[in-house]
C-alpha cells in the first residue's frame, strides 16, 4: 500500500474502491472518471485521500466525507 495522503488510515474504516466509498457516504455512484479526478486533480483545491491498492485509488467513508465537507466549503467561501 502507498499512502498519497499525509493522514493515516482509519482504523475503524475498510479501504474500498473510490466509487464504492463514494455510494455508501452519499447514496449514489460516480462514474470511473469522476472518482479518477477526485483522487489525482481534486476538485476546488482539495483532493480526495486515497490509498494505492493494486494500482487502483481506494479510499473509505471517512474520506469521502471529509472531501465533499472540504468542498462544500469552498464552494461557500466563493
Do not use: Y
Amino acid at each position: 500500500m502507498v499512502l498519497r495522503s499525509d493522514s493515516e488510515l482509519p482504523e475503524d474504516e475498510h479501504l474500498v474502491p473510490v466509487p464504492v466509498a463514494v455510494e455508501r457516504a452519499t447514496g449514489w455512484r460516480p462514474t470511473p472518471s469522476t472518482a479518477w479526478r477526485w483522487a489525482k486533480k481534486g476538485a476546488r483545491g482539495h483532493r480526495l485521500k486515497t490509498v494505492d491498492l493494486g494500482g487502483r485509488p481506494a479510499s473509505c467513508v471517512r474520506w469521502v466525507n471529509e472531501f465533499i465537507q472540504n468542498t462544500t466549503e469552498a464552494r461557500d467561501r466563493c
